[in-house]
């Protein structure tokens, strides 16, 4: 009888065990991305610039990489609503336009959460040199991305560019 007893817990609780590791992967399986979801995310970010910089349909194609209600955040202030990401987008630059090429981003790096995706996106603003004028670095930074899957596809909800900050100056020799 003792061992019966002594079998009977160790079966209950091997049972309840396996019931919480089945669970929890579950759980977790939620929060996965499927590679197509990387891949999509991905593009979503390719685009981003090339909308920016073109202004493309007088800055809606930029606008429409984000959420109807999406947030633009810098230290300039914050855009929200597609309404005011496309008027932003729309001419923001002399010279913006199909051969335009000034944002770039690179790096990027996707991660599930519970509402979608999270990523961060290395960001560099160029100004490409001509007549005669040297190229220069505008700002540099990354981004911090909220991601959400809707009926149009992966799409930003929040980005907030983190202009990028010099460390310590090296000792001097």
């Given at each position: 009888m003792r061992m019966l007893k002594t079998v009977s817990a160790v079966v209950v609780a091997t049972v309840a065990t396996v019931t919480v590791l089945v669970s929890g992967s579950l759980v977790r399986a939620q929060d996965r991305l499927a590679p197509q979801d990387y891949i999509d995310i991905q593009q979503l970010v390719a685009r981003y610039p090339y909308a920016l910089d073109t202004g493309e349909n007088e800055g809606r194609a930029w606008a429409?990489?984000?959420t109807a209600d999406g947030e633009f955040v810098s230290p300039a202030g914050t855009l929200a609503g597609r309404r005011a990401l496309s008027e932003f987008a729309n001419g923001h630059r002399p010279g913006q336009g199909?051969?335009?090429a000034r944002n770039f981003s690179t790096n990027v790096w996707i991660e599930p959460s519970a509402g979608g995706a999270t990523g961060k996106v290395y960001a560099v603003v160029i100004n490409i040199g001509e007549?005669?004028?040297?190229?220069?670095?505008?700002?540099?930074?990354?981004f911090e991305d909220v991601y959400v899957k809707t009926n149009e596809g992966w799409r930003i909800k929040r980005r907030e560019f983190v202009p990028s900050v010099?460390?310590?100056?090296?000792p001097a020799r």
């Open positions: 429409s990489l984000f199909p051969l335009y007549g005669g004028d040297p190229s220069s670095i505008v700002t540099g930074g990354h010099g460390g310590p100056e090296p």
